[in-house]
Structures are given as C-alpha cells and as structure tokens.
C-alpha cells in the first residue's frame, strides 16, 4: 500500500433492529440491504447504570461466513443488560464504490474499523480491542454512512493516534491529580510539581511533535539546574516506559507512552525524589 495515499473504509449502517428480527431473519424480507447472514460490524445500544438508557454499550465484527444472525446469537451484552427487552442493534457493511473486495479484504476492513472505534469511543462492554489498534498503524479512514447513530461519520487512524488519544491522556491524568490543563501555543499540558530548583511537566509539546522523531510527542519534562538531578533524571533511560527525547544542562525531554497513568508518573517522581531537594 502507498503510505502516502490513505486507505478509505466505507460502511453502511442500517437499523435500529430488535434481536428477534435478526435471528429470525425477518430483516431479509425487508426493504433493508443488510441481511442476517451478511458479515460486517455491529453497535448494540441499551441500558447503562452509568450511561443512561438507549446509549451505544458495544461495539462489535462478524467475519469468515459467520454473519450477523450466528453471531448475535446467545451474546452476554444482549440477553444480561439492565434492560434487556429494549436493546436496539445497528448492522454495517463494508462497500466500495469503485473496486470488488476479496472475502480477505473485507475481512481486514471490518477488523480495522472495529478495532479504531472501539479504541476512539470505549463503548461501556468493550475490553478486547482497546488499545489492540497498534497492530494497525497505517493510515486509514473509516467513514460511516446511513443508519450510524452515536459513531463519529468519520474516523481518522492518523488524527485518533497522533492527536485525540494524545489529548485524552493529558485530560484524564489532569484530572486524576486534580489540576488544570493549560492549552498554550507552544505546549498542552500542566505542571506536576514546581520548586525552587525543579519543575515536573507533563505535555504534549508541539516542538518534539513537529520534529517527528517520535510517534507520541506527550512528554515528561523536568526543568532543573542541579546536578545531582539531571544525574538522576538521565538514569531514568532504564525505565521501559521512556524514550530520552532530548537533554541538556538544564532540560530532559522523555517521550511518553499514550497510555501512560498517574500511578505510573508518581513512581517515576518518587525515584527521583532524593535528588530533587
């Protein structure tokens, strides 16, 4: 594939759909395209006790001949919600305009959409598949047409990685330490700590962002003018969970992970503590 040129991923989307109408294949006698034993991806909206009612609780794929009436079949999410007579389902299928997909291709469409819209929205059943889009790393655009309800029209592989999931992180870890994001030109971020001779950022600094020579431009940065703490800061390189960015005498620059947590940044601090005052 041209990694210049993204690949585009349509979907239709049909529905709402009662459980019964697809198990009893009551749809394929409809006006509708979609039928029961079509392959493709699948929402399923129904009661919450956080969410509410009649919001999107599971985002799921159909694949190799198993189609949408087997696959619905006896699914926890459906038969196990808090207000199970009253789940509504959505079915979408893979089309192109211009080109005929082979069965493996259709197949690596459906995969690639589900695994993106469970990973940007986090449907409240979903646990496989988050986090699981790295093994699709291309550039890729998924966008959902008719019957799609809560989707975005449009999901971006490109935009989702290098930029929502960045801004995501930074909102979450904020709001674990309870401080406030600051939306600058030059940064988004916030300060984990400040003292005399130190400062702890965490950011998402546009600098290392548009030099791209790093995936994630979110970033720890410790300002300090001690010694003993930029000798501390640099043994840091044996922690997994960081890419030494930059240093110099009076700033280190680590690359973070997207999903790096609050707990994972206290245990970062609390190493370097000693040489911190």
Not at 77 to 103: E, M, P, W
């Amino acid at each position: 594939m041209n990694h210049n040129v993204k690949e585009i991923i349509n979907i239709s989307w049909e529905g709402p759909f009662s459980i019964e109408e697809i198990l009893e294949s009551t749809i394929d006698n409809q006006k509708f395209d979609v039928k029961s034993s079509d392959i493709g991806l699948y929402q399923i909206y129904g009661s919450h006790p956080l969410y509410g009612s009649d919001v999107l609780v599971y985002i799921g794929r159909t694949q190799n001949r198993n189609g949408f009436k087997s696959r619905l079949k006896d699914r926890w999410v459906i038969d196990n919600g808090n207000d199970s007579n009253n789940v509504k389902i959505y079915l979408g299928t893979i089309f192109s305009d211009f080109k005929q997909y082979t069965n493996e291709e259709i197949n690596t469409c459906i995969k690639k959409a589900e695994i993106l819209m469970i990973n940007a929205l986090k449907p409240a059943f979903n646990s496989s598949n988050i986090q699981s889009a790295k093994d699709f790393d291309g550039d890729y655009i998924v966008y959902n047409h008719g019957s799609y309800r809560s989707l975005y029209p449009i999901f971006d592989s490109e935009y989702f990685w290098k930029w929502l999931k960045n801004f995501l992180t930074v909102d979450k870890i904020a709001k674990d330490y309870n401080i406030k994001v600051e939306n600058e030109d030059e940064y988004y971020g916030f300060i984990i700590e400040e003292f005399n001779n130190y400062t702890i950022w965490l950011c998402i600094d546009y600098k290392i962002w548009n030099s791209n020579k790093h995936r994630s431009p979110l970033c720890l940065q410790i300002h300090t003018n001690t010694q003993d703490t930029i000798e501390a800061v640099n043994n840091l390189k044996d922690f997994t969970i960081f890419d030494e960015y930059e240093d110099n005498s009076s700033v280190s620059y680590f690359s973070l992970d997207i999903d790096i947590t609050k707990e994972k940044i206290d245990s970062i601090i609390k190493n370097i503590k000693p040489s911190l005052h």
